[in-house]
């Protein structure tokens, strides 16, 4: 099987419909999304967890990432404890609309 071309992928996530958008979300600073409220899901245990993006400003600055926000708003209410560090937590989800 032949590899594609890194031009090939290049573009392949360039296009809207690959999501690439949600990425660029995810790893943007709080000051700069546009959006009036921020989700953000758990794929363990089917939380969802929302913040209107001022509050999320105020409560942890204008330069904090989305994507280390919203681990920190899931993992401050995880109900998912089992004693290992490597088990414990959420696996968040950034593509909540």
């Known amino acids: 099987?032949?590899?594609?071309?890194?031009?090939?992928?290049?573009?392949?996530?360039?296009?809207?419909r690959?999501?690439?958008?949600?990425?660029?979300m995810r790893n943007r600073?709080?000051?700069?999304?546009?959006?009036h409220?921020?989700?953000?899901?758990?794929r363990r245990c089917d939380r969802t967890v929302e913040i209107q993006t001022a509050d999320a400003v105020r409560l942890f600055g204008g330069n904090a990432v989305w994507k280390d926000v919203g681990q920190r708003l899931l993992d401050d209410t995880c109900r998912q404890r089992t004693g290992s560090h490597e088990d414990?937590?959420?696996?968040?989800a950034f593509d909540v609309p």
Do not use: F, N, Q
């Open 1 to 16: 099987m032949e590899r594609c071309p890194p031009k090939y992928w290049e573009s392949v996530l360039k296009d809207p």
């Open 18 to 24: 690959a999501g690439a958008d949600g990425i660029r």
């Open 29 to 35: 600073r709080l000051s700069e999304i546009p959006r």
């Open 37 to 42: 409220v921020l989700r953000v899901a758990c």
């Open 88 to 92: 414990d937590g959420c696996w968040p």
